[in-house]
């Protein structure tokens, strides 16, 4: 059973910085994009960053220059090193891989979220 579990949510104040990890666990036969996705109270969830299978990224205009996307391929992780975080910043961070597990077909999987608060 393939699960994503993320990590290094938390407070932090405004001007700071945060890591979060996302790891793939499960019989996977390959991942393609892996990205992360933003939701704040009340609002859509929104795509934070991608990155591709080609390595490329693409990140949302609100992080462009604070926010970088990373992945390991061979744990099967996808990180997101967020710098100079604004209090607008702060809400549910989810984890989210386009992959093919063994024996089933490949589809999108979501991480249960990790909460970052950004204190002003």
């Known amino acids: 059973q393939v699960q994503l579990v993320e990590s290094g949510g938390g407070w932090v104040q405004a001007g700071g910085s945060r890591r979060l990890s996302c790891a793939a666990s499960?019989?996977?036969?390959?991942?393609?994009?892996m990205a992360w996705y933003y939701q704040s109270a009340g609002k859509v969830r929104e795509l934070v960053a991608v990155?591709?299978?080609?390595?490329?990224?693409n990140y949302a205009d609100s992080v462009k220059g604070r926010f970088t996307i990373s992945r390991d391929l061979l744990k099967n992780t996808v990180y997101l090193q967020m710098n100079n975080l604004k209090p607008e910043d702060t809400g549910v961070y989810y984890c989210?891989?386009?992959?093919?597990?063994?024996?089933?077909?490949?589809?999108?999987?979501w991480g249960q979220g990790t909460l970052v608060n950004v204190s002003s």
């Open positions: 990155i591709f299978a080609g390595g490329g990224t």
């Open positions: 499960g019989t996977i036969v390959g991942i393609k994009d």
């Open positions: 989210n891989a386009d992959l093919i597990p063994a024996g089933g077909s490949r589809r999108a999987y």
